[in-house]
């Protein structure tokens, strides 16, 4: 089992920056992503922004040029840089780990709320 722990969130202005983290207990083997998710009241969990053993990232289309996703493989650690955000990005924000390419194990984070308002 790998438990995943992030870093709290928090309550941001319109246009400012929070930088979420979160750490996994062990990695897995093979190539794998680490990413976030986020899911809205109402609304379905959507992928934000994930990066892969090898480096590739992928971004939801909302938060391409706001948003950078990074991981440090010596810490088992990945990170979420928001930078201008907006109202419409205020959600729980949850942490993934999953095995890429290939049927595998998928850990899922406890999610951190992040809140945009005046």
């Known amino acids: 089992q790998v438990q995943l722990v992030e870093s709290e969130g928090g309550l941001v202005q319109p246009g400012g920056s929070l930088r979420l983290s979160c750490a996994a207990s062990?990695?897995?083997?093979?190539?794998?992503?680490m990413g976030w998710y986020r899911q809205a009241p109402g609304n379905e969990r959507e992928l934000v922004a994930t990066?892969?053993?090898?480096?590739?990232?992928n971004y939801a289309n909302s938060v391409k040029g706001r948003f950078t996703v990074s991981r440090d493989d010596a810490k088992n650690t990945v990170y979420l840089q928001m930078n201008n955000l907006k109202p419409e990005d205020a959600a729980v924000y949850f942490c993934?780990?999953?095995?890429?390419?290939?049927?595998?194990?998928?850990?899922w984070g406890q999610g951190t709320q992040v809140t945009v308002s005046s």
């Open positions: 990066i892969a053993t090898g480096g590739y990232t």
């Open positions: 993934d780990l999953r095995a890429l390419g290939r049927p595998g194990p998928n850990y």
């Open positions: 062990r990695t897995i083997n093979g190539v794998n992503a």
